[in-house]
């Protein structure tokens, strides 16, 4: 056990001392973040619109349920059919 724990703590000293002696590193890893924050907020906000909005709980649950137990049974809207000819 201790021999883990003083490996988890040579390499978070590593880790530490890397990026409190980086100049260049911090700007490239705040555009990394801004990244990731456009990403996952600003693209998901205008083109992945929720699939049950507008629903009380009780549709979410009984759709979620019919998916479920009928995954055949799915409409043009929710999957890509795939036709082979």
Do not use: C
Not at 3 to 27: C, H, P, Q
């Amino acid at each position: 056990m201790k021999g883990i724990k003083k490996s988890l703590r040579a390499v978070w000293e590593l880790y530490y001392d890397g990026f409190r002696n980086m100049t260049i590193g911090r700007t490239l890893w705040g555009l990394i973040i801004l990244k990731v924050i456009i990403l996952f907020g600003v693209l998901r906000v205008f083109f992945f619109k929720p699939a049950m909005a507008g629903m009380t709980d009780e549709q979410k649950s009984e759709q979620v349920g019919e998916h479920l137990t009928q995954p055949e049974k799915f409409n043009s809207k929710d999957t890509l059919h795939i036709i082979n000819e």
